[in-house]
């Protein structure tokens, strides 16, 4: 039965964004549970020096889903296991060797598919459904075919699913509705100026 808490999770911008460190630190005082940390392609120094401008105190609640070698400097959540990772056996044994033995250390996935979810390894702390809706700049529509299977899947399961994919406003009361008790925001919260403000927006129309 899948009775987890709520969960707000933000993945960061791939891009530069001014006053970054600022503005996630706001985030986690507005209630942001997680953010995940996407920044394939920067450079290391410039991931290290965003890490240091965000307090210790919410280093615990970053997930990276690069640069995984931050991890030695940074106590961070976790880390995210991309799609070509999970077929890496030799990264997976290494990774998990390495880091369960951190209480409370956090794996996660994606997935596009409910069924890879119910069958993927029992390691991983909470997955990411993506594709739940249409992209946020086609107007958000609804993408899953069947969502009374999908509401039925998630009273009954014991896996901690993440909603992912075009959520904003027009839509999070859906979200909701279906029964997700995790939702993840990428372009809702980064595609508009006061990002801080979205995102409260968006946090007080989920927990509502």
């Not at 969960?7 to 996630?24: F, G, M, Q, T």
């Not at 280093?59 to 999970?86: A, N, P, W, Y």
């Not at 107007?139 to 509401?151: C, I, N, Q, S």
């Not at 959520?167 to 372009?187: A, K, P, T, Y």
């Amino acid at each position: 039965m899948n009775k987890q808490a709520k969960k707000i999770v933000v993945l960061s911008s791939n891009h530069r964004v001014k006053d970054e460190a600022e503005i996630i630190t706001e985030l986690f005082e507005e209630g942001l549970t997680h953010l995940h940390l996407r920044k394939h392609g920067h450079p290391r120094h410039k991931v290290k020096d965003l890490l240091s401008n965000i307090p210790e105190k919410y280093h615990k609640q970053i997930i990276l889903h690069s640069h995984l070698e931050m991890t030695r400097k940074f106590d961070v959540g976790g880390i995210h296991i991309t799609r070509k990772k999970r077929k890496d056996w030799i990264f997976k044994y290494i990774t998990l060797n390495k880091y369960k033995k951190r209480k409370g250390f956090i794996f996660s996935t994606s997935y596009h598919s409910t069924r890879k979810i119910e069958n993927a390894p029992k390691f991983y702390t909470y997955f990411f459904l993506n594709s739940l809706f249409g992209s946020i700049h086609a107007g958000g529509r609804h993408a899953y075919k069947e969502p009374d299977k999908l509401k039925e899947l998630l009273r009954v399961t014991n896996r901690d699913i993440v909603a992912m994919g075009g959520i904003d406003m027009i839509n999070i009361e859906s979200v909701r509705e279906i029964g997700f008790n995790s939702v993840g925001l990428h372009g809702a919260v980064w595609g508009f100026d006061n990002p801080v403000e979205k995102f409260k927006d968006l946090r007080d129309a989920f927990l509502a």
